[in-house]
């Protein structure tokens, strides 16, 4: 599969952390299993990453059991670095797993300058306004929102997560979170209400957490974004994030993916 980029590496770890914030993790034959009874319909919460097939016998079934005794369903599959993403493909796609790519996003340069008259305060110490804008990002994943809720919330509690929420006045507008992996900084979650979008609100919380970063003295700050989300992908190259290469995973269509 040839060498990996740092910033790919960098995602892959802080992937690893991330997701063990909420589920628990246990190794199988053929790679890592996260699982959590609280969320069951969450792609992030109830998968199998670090696959490689090598010389696994039946791979799906035992991954299919490990979940089914848990009472679960294994919701996504995602290939180690060393693992060619064809097979897996072969493998589950004829079980109606759908390919997704994800850029891993580094920042290469200094980002653009920030031009929003918003606070960017920190998550935990303005509750009420995160919980606010958790509420309706959740509310977008319709029958999932409770469990995409209660997700997030339950995240904020970890100390090597700092959340952020920004304000227009006492109106909140956005929010975003920074993950600390050691020497890693892994932006997470950034979102801004629908009636505030095109106003800068992005850029400010990004420039917020970049500055964060930095007085922390991280070596990396990194991003995972879906390929397809053209949007994001452009608030974060202005922000100085650039893609230097992709993740490649498969999952149900009925699930909710966020990272």
């Known amino acids: 599969m040839g060498?990996?980029?740092p910033v790919v590496s960098a995602v892959r770890r802080s992937d690893q952390v991330y997701y063990e914030l909420v589920s628990s993790r246990q190794t199988i034959d053929c790679g890592y299993a996260y699982t959590c009874?609280?969320?069951p319909d969450l792609a992030d919460c109830n998968f199998v990453g670090e696959v490689v097939l090598a010389d696994t016998?039946?791979?799906v079934a035992?991954?299919?059991?490990h979940f089914a005794e848990r009472g679960l369903r294994c919701l996504r599959w995602e290939p180690a670095a060393i693992q060619s993403p064809a097979p897996v493909e072969a493998l589950v796609s004829?079980?109606?797993?759908?390919r997704r790519e994800a850029a891993a996003l580094g920042l290469s340069r200094e980002p653009a300058a920030a031009q929003c008259p918003v606070r960017v305060l920190g998550g935990r110490a303005m509750r009420r306004a995160y919980t606010a804008v958790v509420a309706q990002r959740s509310a977008e994943g319709g029958r999932?929102?409770?469990q995409l809720a209660r997700h997030h919330l339950e995240r904020l509690n970890?100390?090597?997560?700092?959340?952020?929420v920004a304000l227009f006045g006492d109106d909140p507008a956005g929010m975003v979170s920074l993950l600390q992996v050691g020497e890693i900084g892994r932006i997470c979650d950034l979102y801004v209400l629908a009636d505030r979008r095109g106003r800068g609100v992005a850029a400010a919380l990004l420039a917020h957490v970049i500055a964060t970063a930095r007085r922390w003295s991280l070596r990396a700050l990194c991003a995972r974004v879906a390929v397809e989300n053209v949007a994001a992908l452009r608030v974060f190259s202005r922000a100085g994030l650039e893609e230097h290469g992709r993740i490649v995973s498969f999952s149900r269509p009925d699930a909710e993916a966020e990272s």
């Open 144 to 146: 999932l929102s409770d």
């Open 94 to 98: 004829p079980l109606g797993f759908e």
């Open 62 to 65: 035992m991954v299919n059991a």
């Open 158 to 164: 970890e100390p090597q997560y700092d959340a952020f």
């Open 37 to 39: 009874a609280d969320y």
């Open 57 to 59: 016998p039946d791979p």
């Open 3 to 5: 060498d990996l980029s």
